[in-house]
Each structure stands twice: as structure tokens, then as C-alpha cells.
């Protein structure tokens, strides 16, 4: 029998066993399963050898990959702060996927299928303490023949455990697939910007001197205030800096937080390292931006599968979205299946997001798969 759509499941139950049996009552015992992903929150990360021998024993034969968050979500519901699990079961051909892990420090003698090809696409999960995660992340998209990886790093307040066919830590990990696997993809931004496009004329790693020929701060200051820019605890998880993407034809950015000021020497720090020349604007994490914006994304993903039925969907989001950005009862995930139908959708909230050959931050990212 074909099925049209990966079956899944998830549950949250305070025992791991209850939950992971509520999340198979959904599962067909004929399925012909290959490769499963299985996400799990970090209340559940001390019993993730359980629950991956469990499922072991119970499809022999596939192969697993996810990770760990402190939250995580599935069609129309986000688990946040709850001891949950979710998995979704594919039958993707063999030869059409590779699973992976211990890739740091980079790929060696090449980046393969077992055919021989190079992948089209890569699923990955990262650990948030790997100091090169970000090079390793473009390092290893630059490998694929679509340029692009999808995933998110790992949350947890244990350990951030991945999973690739057993349980990994350290660099990235996940599943390369071939360019037979339908997938399309995009990425939804949760922050707008509030003022112009900026030149970066002087930086020391992290620090931004002068901008447009004026103090970093003084910038700041025109767009945001100067009470406000002052003061960086109140400005957290409000006000950001974002680093235009280059060459993207979306326009993307990298936001990233501002993580310090110099008053006396007109100085703005941020949490990442920036070069003389590099385009810099500043912008504000609202509600509305991101609903408009998630949107827009998925009118974009719906017209890009050009009528094809989605058989399943991963959905990576960031940890400063869901409940804070979005609002209660799961909201953001709601307002996806509102477009695209109650779809099979796993995935989880990350401490970054990857899509394409970048960490990104305060964003949602969808893959789906097609018929």
C-alpha cells in the first residue's frame, strides 16, 4: 500500500514510555518505514537511550535522526516547558538519503551518497557548543548541489543531544538527501527593521565604531531613542542589530543581539564578529511583524509546491518565537496549518535556525516534503 502522507505522532506525559506509546497509536503497522525524525524536549533528554532503543526494536530497520529542545512542536501544537516527544516516519528509498554525524572538524574525501552523488539537500542539527558551528554550517552547504542545509541547534538545558542513527553530540549532524526526495523550503523572519540600510566605515571584532561616518551609538540613538539604547538590559529581546544577507534576492538578515554599549566612546557590541564595509541595520522583534511575515512565507512555500500534496514538513523555530512572540494555544504553529491543512508536521525551537548556509535567529524555517 502507498500512502500519500508520513505518518506521525506526539504525545506529552510525564513517563516517557506512556508518551512515546501515545505518539505510535497513530502510526500503521504496514508502513513501509526507512527514516524516522524524532524530536523530544529536554525533560525527556536523560531518557532519549530509552526511547531510541524503543523505537529500535519496535520499526527494525530505520534509521533515526533529530535532536533535543526545550520546546518542541508538531501540527497545530508547540510543547513549551513539558515533557513531550514527537516523531514522524518516512519511506524515502535507501539509496535516496545518508545519514551522518562526527563531521568536525569538516568533511573529508568528500561529502557522498552512496551512489557516489553529491546530496541535493541536507537536514542537520548542531550542537550549540561547537565554537566553529558556523563555518562547519557553510563548509558543509557548500558541498551540496542546491547550496542549502535545513535544521536548527540544538536547546536544551541539559546536554543538547542530537540523534543520527544513535545518540551524538558535538558539531553537526543529520541526513543528506538525494535530489529525487521533493522538498521545498523557506524562511520566515520574527523582526522588521526601523531604519535604513547602514555602512559599517570602522569594527574591532564584535564592536562597531562609527556607521555611516557617526558613532555607532549615535545611530542607535536617531532610530531607537536614547533612553532606550542606553539602557541594553531593556532593550533585550526588543531591539537587534541585522546583517543583511548578501546576494540574497529575498532580502534576508542575520539578527543578532546587541550585547553591549560604550557611552563615552560611542560603541555598540554585538553578538557577532563584523568587518569594515559589512551592511548593518537595526530592528524591533514585534507580534505582528512575525505573523505578517510567517504569512507571507508560507503564500511563498504554498506557491512554490505548485499544487503538489505535501506528504510531511519539518518546521524548526527559534526560542524567542512561539508562545512569547506569537501568543498562547500555539498560535504560530496554528497559523501554519490555517494555510497549508493539517499537514504531518514535527520539528522543534531551536538556539538558531539553519537554512541555507547560515545560523540565523528569530526566524522559522519549513521544509516540505512533496508528492
Not at 542545509?149 to 536544551?156: A, D, E, K, M, Q
Not at 546587541?258 to 514585534?286: S, T, Y
Request: charged share 20%; net charge negative.
Amino acid at each position: 500500500m502507498k500512502y500519500d502522507s508520513f505518518p506521525y505522532g506526539h504525545a506529552a506525559m510525564d513517563d516517557w514510555s506512556s508518551a512515546l506509546a501515545a505518539a505510535l497509536r497513530t502510526i500503521p503497522e504496514d508502513f513501509p518505514a526507512t527514516l524516522g525524525f524524532l524530536y523530544v524536549s529536554d525533560g525527556f533528554e536523560e531518557d532519549l537511550p530509552a526511547i531510541l532503543a524503543a523505537l529500535k526494536e519496535r520499526f527494525a530497520g530505520v534509521t533515526w535522526v533529530g535532536s533535543v529542545g526545550i520546546g518542541i512542536c508538531a501540527t497545530s501544537v508547540e510543547y513549551l516547558d513539558q515533557k513531550a516527544l514527537a516523531l514522524m516516519l518516512t519511506d524515502l528509498a535507501p539509496e535516496d538519503f545518508q545519514v551522518f554525524h562526527g563531521m568536525a572538524p569538516y568533511a573529508t574525501g568528500g561529502w557522498k551518497l552512496a551512489d557516489g552523488s553529491a546530496p541535493f539537500l541536507a537536514v542537520v542539527h548542531g550542537d550549540p557548543h561547537s565554537s566553529d558551528l558556523t563555518a562547519q554550517v557553510a563548509d558543509l552547504a557548500s558541498r551540496t548541489s542546491s547550496g542549502f542545509l535545513v535544521g536548527g541547534v540544538s536547546s536544551s538545558r541539559a546536554n543538547g543531544a542530537q540523534i543520527a542513527g544513535e545518540i551524538v553530540h558535538g558539531g553537526l549532524s543529520g541526513v543528506m538527501l538525494s535530489e529525487r526526495v521533493a522538498v521545498v523550503t523557506r524562511l520566515t523572519q520574527g523582526c522588521s527593521p526601523i531604519g535604513p540600510v547602514h555602512r559599517v566605515q570602522e569594527a574591532q571584532r564584535n564592536i562597531i565604531v562609527t556607521l555611516d561616518r557617526h558613532p555607532a551609538l549615535e545611530v542607535l540613538y536617531s532610530e531607537v531613542g536614547e533612553i532606550l539604547a542606553r539602557d541594553i538590559r531593556r532593550a533585550a529581546g526588543f531591539i537587534f542589530a541585522a546583517l543583511p544577507v548578501s546576494g540574497d534576492d529575498r532580502g534576508d538578515y542575520l539578527v543578532r543581539n546587541l550585547v553591549g554599549v560604550d557611552q563615552e566612546h560611542g560603541l555598540v557590541a554585538i553578538g557577532e564578529l563584523v568587518e569594515p564595509g559589512q551592511e548593518l541595520m537595526f530592528c524591533k522583534r514585534d507580534a505582528e511583524t512575525a505573523r505578517n511575515d510567517l504569512a507571507r512565507m508560507l503564500a511563498d512555500i504554498d506557491a512554490l509546491r505548485a499544487g503538489r500534496r505535501i506528504r510531511g514538513a519539518l518546521y524548526f523555530s527559534c526560542l524567542g518565537r512561539g508562545e512569547s512572540l506569537f501568543g498562547l494555544d500555539s498560535a504560530e504553529l496554528r497559523q501554519i496549518a490555517a494555510r497549508l491543512g493539517p499537514v504531518p508536521l514535527v520539528g522543534f525551537f531551536a538556539n538558531g535556525e539553519i537554512s541555507r548556509d547560515r545560523i540565523y535567529g528569530y526566524t522559522g524555517v519549513l521544509t516540505l516534503f512533496l508528492h
